[in-house]
């Protein structure tokens, strides 16, 4: 598809599993932002990528919270030992260079339910 | 489907001047929640203020407030004595229950000294 594809867009789980959410940006996209909303918060900035450089890690909540992106371009944030507090919409963005002022594209969303 | 819909990619204001950013969204929902968010260079993603759709009264927060127009689908966000901190990308949300997300593409928003 020509948007930003996350994957599943729904998931329940167990307190104390993991849990793996999916980000397929948009091709040629250099850029790629997750985000959190929690109920009646507004998006909490996770992490970002650009290109082949450092992740910017800086917005991950605990150590239990990690991304990867293999080859530049899909996404997985994965969340060790859930916890309900965990329970929120995941976004994931994309965008061509990363330049704050770009237009980033979302996705939209995997929304997360930890019991 | 939901759609939100920025036209204006770019604005540029005065310091201590008025400017309106436009939203314009799509939807056969009739409970829904919109909301303008700002995007500062630390890339946080902030809320800047929240619209429950049964609400008839316009949404104001300090120095921002919206134009919100049900029936034409309209959410406009008017920023009063724009503030050289106001310089961020904007972005118009829209929300159905079950907090399913739709955003547009942004608006730049540059505060001139």
């Known amino acids: 598809g020509a948007g930003v594809s996350q994957s599943p867009s729904n998931k329940v789980t167990e307190k104390g599993k993991d849990v793996e959410l999916r980000c397929d940006p948009i091709?040629?996209?250099?850029?790629l932002y997750w985000y959190r909303q929690s109920l009646g918060q507004g998006l909490e900035f996770l992490i970002y990528?650009?290109?082949?450089?450092?992740?910017?890690k800086s917005g991950l909540p605990s150590d239990r919270f990690s991304a990867e992106r293999t080859g530049g371009s899909v996404s997985t944030l994965t969340i060790q030992r859930t916890q309900q507090e965990d329970s929120a919409v995941y976004l994931c963005?994309?965008?061509?260079?990363?330049?704050?002022?770009?237009?980033?594209?979302f996705g939209p969303g995997t929304r997360l339910l930890v019991l | 489907a939901q759609t939100v819909t920025q036209s204006q990619p770019e604005m540029s204001v005065q310091e201590a001047e008025t400017v309106t950013l436009s939203c314009t969204y799509d939807t056969s929902e009739n409970n829904y929640y919109l909301f303008w968010y700002k995007q500062p260079p630390s890339r946080q993603m902030i809320l800047v203020i929240r619209q429950e759709a049964y609400k008839q009264q316009n949404a104001t927060e300090n120095r921002f407030s919206v134009n919100f127009q049900k029936a034409a689908k309209s959410f406009s966000l008017k920023i009063s004595d724009s503030q050289l901190g106001d310089t961020a990308m904007y972005f118009c949300a829209f929300m159905m229950s079950g907090n399913q997300f739709y955003f547009g593409t942004g608006t730049s928003l540059t505060v001139i000294p």
């Open positions: 963005a994309s965008s061509p260079i990363g330049r704050i002022q770009e237009t980033q594209y």
């Open positions: 990528f650009q290109g082949n450089s450092a992740p910017d």
């Open positions: 091709s040629g996209h250099t850029a």
